[in-house]
């Protein structure tokens, strides 16, 4: 029964594992997590691409905490041919990390790469980005009329909606460089004597131990029945045994059994004396310390 509740415990793990790894795996393929996140239209003096070239360019943002692979999806710079631009699938470089940026430059040369697009932004009004099947739109950045030369345009923040110009550019980086508050500065604001600490810290301590005691007390008390029926079989076997043997033994044995009890006690047993006695000898002096038998005489 144990091995029997062991072997499913394990089974239910082994599919949980199966489950969530089935769910990494489709959700490392869904773009909708894909933002536009910054885009630069004239670039003068800004970076350069692998060619050593002032181009335009797009930075796709993944916002979700897992792989994305932007390889099959669609960029395009006009809404009615959605597939413009068709992102090539198979190339490892496509994959984008968690919470990380991808560059595309818009210089109307894709023979340089994957990552150089057919089309510039020159007089562009609309960038979008649709998924693998060329009809479901994933994100769409609407330009502004006027473009600043060096100046990108894109989300302040990596969770916000609205787009600005932005004082610097950060290619593949995020928009936001100030200085963040760590977790700790900001439970030291919230909690600034320890107290919430402690408090957390020992709510754990003492569930843990809570979970410990329920866990440890019922295997306890299903060892405990078990070792329970166990006995109670035991005993029951033996009942059975004694019984048997009470059934086949019959009176003429018995009487055997008897007689010859009464046999060894009474006539085959001999009687034994349990007194003890001392004979005194008629020598008083023991031999073995006299020196007449270690001297040897002297010869004339």
């Known amino acids: ?7 499913h415990f394990l089974s239910g793990i082994a599919v949980l594992l199966l489950i969530v790894a089935s769910t990494n795996v489709a959700s490392a393929q869904n773009a909708s997590d894909l933002k536009i996140n910054e885009i630069l239209v004239l670039n003068d003096s800004n970076t350069v691409d692998d060619f050593g070239m002032h181009t335009a360019w797009i930075e796709i943002f993944n916002s979700a905490y897992n792989t994305v692979n932007i390889g099959g999806c669609y960029l395009t710079d006009d809404l009615s041919n959605p597939t413009k631009y068709w992102i090539p699938t198979g190339d490892p470089t496509t994959k984008i990390p968690s919470r990380c940026y991808m560059v595309f430059w818009a210089d109307n040369h894709p023979t340089r790469g994957i990552f150089h697009l057919n089309f510039d932004l020159d007089g562009a009004k609309t960038i979008a980005l649709f998924n693998a099947d060329g009809r479901t739109l994933v994100d769409k950045v609407d330009l502004p ?3 600043k030369p060096d100046i990108t345009y894109g989300r302040p923040t990596n969770d916000s909606e609205q787009w600005v110009y932005l ?5 593949g980086a995020n928009n936001d460089y100030t200085r963040k508050k760590t977790a700790g500065e900001s439970f030291v604001e919230i909690d600034p004597y320890g107290v919430g600490m402690t408090a957390i810290a020992m709510f754990v301590v003492f569930s843990a131990l809570a979970i410990l005691y329920v866990i440890y007390k019922n295997m306890g008390r299903f060892f405990i029945r078990k070792a329970a029926g166990t006995v109670k079989s035991k005993e029951k076997v033996e009942t059975k045994v004694v019984k048997q043997v009470k059934e086949e033994i019959s009176g003429e044995v018995n009487a055997a059994i008897a007689m010859a009890l009464y046999m060894y006690q009474s006539e085959m047993h001999d009687h034994e004396n349990t007194v003890l006695t001392i004979q005194k000898v008629s020598r008083n002096y023991s031999p073995w310390s006299s020196k007449i ?8």
Do not use: D, G, H
């Open 293 to 300: 038998y270690t001297l040897r005489k002297t010869p004339r």
């Open 145 to 147: 009329l006027e473009n």
């Open 1 to 7: 029964m144990m091995q029997r509740r062991i072997k």
């Open 167 to 171: 004082e610097k550019s950060t290619p």
